[in-house]
Protein backbone atom coordinates (compact mmCIF):
# COMPACT_ATOMS: atom_id res chain seq x y z
CA UNK A 1 0.00 0.00 0.00
CA UNK A 2 1.38 3.43 -1.27
CA UNK A 3 -1.06 5.44 -0.38
CA UNK A 4 -2.15 6.02 -3.86
CA UNK A 5 -5.03 4.83 -4.70
CA UNK A 6 -6.90 4.41 -8.33
CA UNK A 7 -10.34 3.57 -8.90
CA UNK A 8 -11.18 1.73 -11.15
CA UNK A 9 -8.90 -1.29 -11.20
CA UNK A 10 -9.94 -2.57 -14.45
CA UNK A 11 -11.87 -0.78 -17.17
CA UNK A 12 -13.31 -2.33 -20.47
CA UNK A 13 -14.86 0.91 -22.76
CA UNK A 14 -16.08 0.84 -26.33
CA UNK A 15 -14.68 3.66 -28.77
CA UNK A 16 -17.38 5.83 -28.59
CA UNK A 17 -17.66 5.50 -24.82
CA UNK A 18 -17.04 7.93 -22.00
CA UNK A 19 -15.28 7.40 -18.78
CA UNK A 20 -13.19 8.48 -16.04
CA UNK A 21 -10.07 7.11 -14.21
CA UNK A 22 -10.08 8.81 -10.59
CA UNK A 23 -6.57 8.77 -8.55
CA UNK A 24 -6.52 9.73 -4.60
CA UNK A 25 -3.87 10.37 -2.22
CA UNK A 26 -3.83 11.71 1.37
CA UNK A 27 0.39 11.82 1.75
CA UNK A 28 0.21 15.52 1.85
CA UNK A 29 2.31 15.44 -1.58
CA UNK A 30 1.49 18.82 -4.22
CA UNK A 31 2.65 16.95 -7.22
CA UNK A 32 0.59 14.10 -9.53
CA UNK A 33 1.26 12.64 -12.16
CA UNK A 34 -0.79 10.25 -15.02
CA UNK A 35 1.28 7.82 -16.54
CA UNK A 36 0.90 5.13 -19.71
CA UNK A 37 2.22 1.63 -19.39
CA UNK A 38 1.80 -0.06 -22.89
CA UNK A 39 3.38 -3.77 -23.31
CA UNK A 40 7.12 -3.57 -24.76
CA UNK A 41 7.55 0.28 -24.09
CA UNK A 42 8.68 2.16 -21.14
CA UNK A 43 6.62 4.03 -19.17
CA UNK A 44 5.43 7.57 -20.74
CA UNK A 45 4.33 10.26 -18.56
CA UNK A 46 1.44 12.18 -20.12
CA UNK A 47 0.86 14.81 -17.59
CA UNK A 48 1.94 16.60 -14.53
CA UNK A 49 0.12 18.44 -12.28
CA UNK A 50 2.08 20.90 -9.38
CA UNK A 51 0.02 23.07 -7.04
CA UNK A 52 -3.40 21.75 -9.03
CA UNK A 53 -1.83 23.04 -12.10
CA UNK A 54 -1.33 21.66 -15.62
CA UNK A 55 2.45 22.21 -15.73
CA UNK A 56 3.15 19.03 -18.53
CA UNK A 57 1.46 17.61 -21.31
CA UNK A 58 3.72 14.86 -22.66
CA UNK A 59 2.05 15.49 -26.52
CA UNK A 60 -0.71 13.43 -25.59
CA UNK A 61 -3.90 13.04 -27.67
CA UNK A 62 -6.81 15.22 -26.99
CA UNK A 63 -9.04 12.34 -26.20
CA UNK A 64 -7.40 11.99 -22.96
CA UNK A 65 -8.27 15.03 -20.55
CA UNK A 66 -6.86 15.30 -17.40
CA UNK A 67 -8.23 17.37 -14.07
CA UNK A 68 -7.19 17.77 -10.63
CA UNK A 69 -9.98 19.80 -8.10
CA UNK A 70 -7.67 19.72 -5.72
CA UNK A 71 -4.03 18.60 -4.34
CA UNK A 72 -5.60 14.92 -2.89
CA UNK A 73 -7.18 14.18 -6.43
CA UNK A 74 -6.73 13.93 -10.11
CA UNK A 75 -8.87 12.25 -12.99
CA UNK A 76 -8.43 11.23 -16.77
CA UNK A 77 -11.41 11.44 -18.86
CA UNK A 78 -11.42 9.79 -21.45
CA UNK A 79 -13.65 10.05 -24.93
CA UNK A 80 -13.69 8.15 -28.24
CA UNK A 81 -10.44 6.21 -27.67
CA UNK A 82 -8.79 3.73 -30.23
CA UNK A 83 -7.90 0.38 -29.04
CA UNK A 84 -4.41 1.55 -29.19
CA UNK A 85 -4.76 3.28 -26.61
CA UNK A 86 -5.22 0.22 -24.68
CA UNK A 87 -2.85 0.37 -21.43
CA UNK A 88 -2.35 0.13 -17.78
CA UNK A 89 -2.57 3.94 -16.82
CA UNK A 90 -1.21 4.56 -13.68
CA UNK A 91 -0.84 7.63 -11.34
CA UNK A 92 1.72 8.81 -9.04
CA UNK A 93 2.35 11.91 -6.32
CA UNK A 94 5.41 13.44 -4.98
CA UNK A 95 6.76 15.91 -3.15
CA UNK A 96 7.26 19.28 -5.65
CA UNK A 97 8.91 20.98 -6.66
CA UNK A 98 11.97 19.45 -8.10
CA UNK A 99 12.71 15.66 -8.66
CA UNK A 100 11.59 13.48 -6.15
CA UNK A 101 10.85 9.79 -5.12
CA UNK A 102 7.43 9.68 -6.92
CA UNK A 103 4.50 6.53 -5.14
CA UNK A 104 2.19 4.78 -7.71
CA UNK A 105 -1.15 3.43 -7.33
CA UNK A 106 -1.66 0.80 -8.50
CA UNK A 107 -3.16 1.53 -12.13
CA UNK A 108 -5.86 0.81 -14.16
CA UNK A 109 -6.04 -1.51 -16.67
CA UNK A 110 -7.74 -0.22 -19.47
CA UNK A 111 -9.29 -1.88 -22.74
CA UNK A 112 -10.58 -0.72 -25.59
CA UNK A 113 -13.03 -2.40 -27.62
CA UNK B 1 17.45 16.21 -21.50
CA UNK B 2 17.87 12.72 -19.41
CA UNK B 3 17.93 8.79 -20.56
CA UNK B 4 18.36 5.48 -19.08
CA UNK B 5 19.17 1.94 -20.25
CA UNK B 6 18.79 -0.65 -19.16
CA UNK B 7 21.30 -3.31 -20.24
CA UNK B 8 19.13 -6.75 -20.20
CA UNK B 9 15.55 -6.99 -20.86
CA UNK B 10 16.01 -10.74 -19.06
CA UNK B 11 18.18 -11.44 -15.92
CA UNK B 12 17.61 -15.15 -14.93
CA UNK B 13 19.11 -16.60 -11.99
CA UNK B 14 19.34 -19.63 -8.90
CA UNK B 15 17.55 -19.13 -5.47
CA UNK B 16 20.51 -18.15 -3.36
CA UNK B 17 22.71 -16.38 -5.95
CA UNK B 18 23.45 -12.87 -6.50
CA UNK B 19 21.56 -10.45 -8.57
CA UNK B 20 23.10 -7.63 -11.18
CA UNK B 21 20.44 -5.50 -13.06
CA UNK B 22 22.30 -2.80 -15.02
CA UNK B 23 21.35 0.50 -15.28
CA UNK B 24 23.15 3.39 -17.63
CA UNK B 25 21.76 7.23 -17.36
CA UNK B 26 22.60 10.40 -19.55
CA UNK B 27 21.51 13.34 -17.48
CA UNK B 28 22.26 17.47 -18.25
CA UNK B 29 22.23 18.51 -14.69
CA UNK B 30 23.01 16.46 -11.14
CA UNK B 31 20.34 13.56 -11.56
CA UNK B 32 18.52 11.73 -8.85
CA UNK B 33 18.48 7.97 -9.44
CA UNK B 34 15.50 5.62 -8.46
CA UNK B 35 14.87 1.95 -9.01
CA UNK B 36 11.04 0.75 -9.11
CA UNK B 37 9.87 -3.21 -8.87
CA UNK B 38 7.03 -4.34 -10.27
CA UNK B 39 5.21 -7.55 -9.71
CA UNK B 40 2.39 -8.73 -12.02
CA UNK B 41 -0.49 -6.81 -11.96
CA UNK B 42 0.60 -4.84 -8.91
CA UNK B 43 2.19 -0.70 -9.45
CA UNK B 44 5.11 0.36 -8.76
CA UNK B 45 7.09 0.08 -5.86
CA UNK B 46 10.07 1.88 -4.70
CA UNK B 47 13.26 0.12 -3.68
CA UNK B 48 16.03 2.92 -3.47
CA UNK B 49 16.49 6.26 -4.24
CA UNK B 50 19.99 7.93 -5.06
CA UNK B 51 19.80 11.81 -4.40
CA UNK B 52 23.61 12.91 -4.56
CA UNK B 53 24.22 11.60 -0.93
CA UNK B 54 26.41 8.22 -0.45
CA UNK B 55 26.91 6.92 -3.55
CA UNK B 56 25.93 3.39 -2.06
CA UNK B 57 22.47 3.17 -1.46
CA UNK B 58 20.79 0.36 0.46
CA UNK B 59 16.82 0.08 -0.09
CA UNK B 60 14.15 -2.44 0.69
CA UNK B 61 14.63 -6.21 0.51
CA UNK B 62 17.93 -6.20 0.87
CA UNK B 63 18.69 -4.63 -2.45
CA UNK B 64 21.48 -1.90 -2.82
CA UNK B 65 22.77 0.10 -5.92
CA UNK B 66 25.61 2.45 -6.78
CA UNK B 67 26.10 6.07 -8.22
CA UNK B 68 29.37 5.60 -10.02
CA UNK B 69 29.63 9.13 -12.14
CA UNK B 70 32.41 8.14 -14.09
CA UNK B 71 30.56 5.00 -15.70
CA UNK B 72 27.15 6.87 -15.53
CA UNK B 73 25.92 3.46 -14.07
CA UNK B 74 23.62 2.83 -11.16
CA UNK B 75 23.33 -0.86 -11.05
CA UNK B 76 21.08 -3.04 -8.74
CA UNK B 77 22.37 -5.82 -6.84
CA UNK B 78 20.95 -8.51 -3.83
CA UNK B 79 23.88 -10.33 -2.55
CA UNK B 80 21.36 -13.77 -2.44
CA UNK B 81 17.68 -13.85 -4.82
CA UNK B 82 14.47 -15.26 -3.11
CA UNK B 83 11.45 -16.53 -4.74
CA UNK B 84 9.84 -13.51 -4.59
CA UNK B 85 12.17 -11.02 -6.12
CA UNK B 86 10.92 -12.02 -9.08
CA UNK B 87 9.33 -9.08 -11.45
CA UNK B 88 10.61 -6.61 -13.33
CA UNK B 89 12.73 -3.84 -12.57
CA UNK B 90 13.05 -0.31 -13.69
CA UNK B 91 15.66 2.55 -13.51
CA UNK B 92 14.39 6.07 -13.12
CA UNK B 93 16.22 9.15 -13.60
CA UNK B 94 15.10 12.33 -12.68
CA UNK B 95 17.11 15.87 -13.33
CA UNK B 96 17.55 18.06 -10.19
CA UNK B 97 18.04 21.42 -12.99
CA UNK B 98 15.71 23.50 -14.77
CA UNK B 99 12.00 23.05 -14.65
CA UNK B 100 12.01 19.43 -14.25
CA UNK B 101 8.62 19.02 -11.77
CA UNK B 102 9.80 16.28 -10.69
CA UNK B 103 9.49 14.17 -14.21
CA UNK B 104 10.94 10.74 -14.03
CA UNK B 105 12.53 9.51 -16.92
CA UNK B 106 12.27 5.43 -17.59
CA UNK B 107 13.91 2.80 -18.71
CA UNK B 108 12.62 -0.36 -20.58
CA UNK B 109 12.47 -2.17 -17.63
CA UNK B 110 14.42 -5.79 -16.58
CA UNK B 111 12.59 -8.50 -15.61
CA UNK B 112 14.03 -10.72 -13.93
CA UNK B 113 13.24 -14.71 -12.65
CA UNK B 114 14.46 -16.76 -9.88
CA UNK B 115 14.96 -20.50 -10.34
CA UNK B 116 14.44 -22.71 -7.63
Known amino acids: ETGVTQTPRHLVMGMTNKKSLKCEQH?????MYWYKQSAKKPLELMFV???????ENNSVPSRFSPECPNSSHLFLHLHTLQPEDSALYLC????????????FGQGTRLTVV | AQSVTQLDSHVSVSEGTPVLLRCNYS??????LFWYVQHPNKGLQLLLK??????LVKGINGFEAEFKKSETSFHLTKPSAHMSDAAEYFC??????????????FGQGTILTVHP
Open chain 1, 27 to 31: LGHNA
Open chain 2, 27 to 32: SSYSPS
Open chain 2, 92 to 105: VVSESGGTSYGKLT
Open chain 1, 49 to 55: YSLEERV
Open chain 1, 92 to 103: ASSLAPGPAAAF
Open chain 2, 50 to 55: YTSAAT
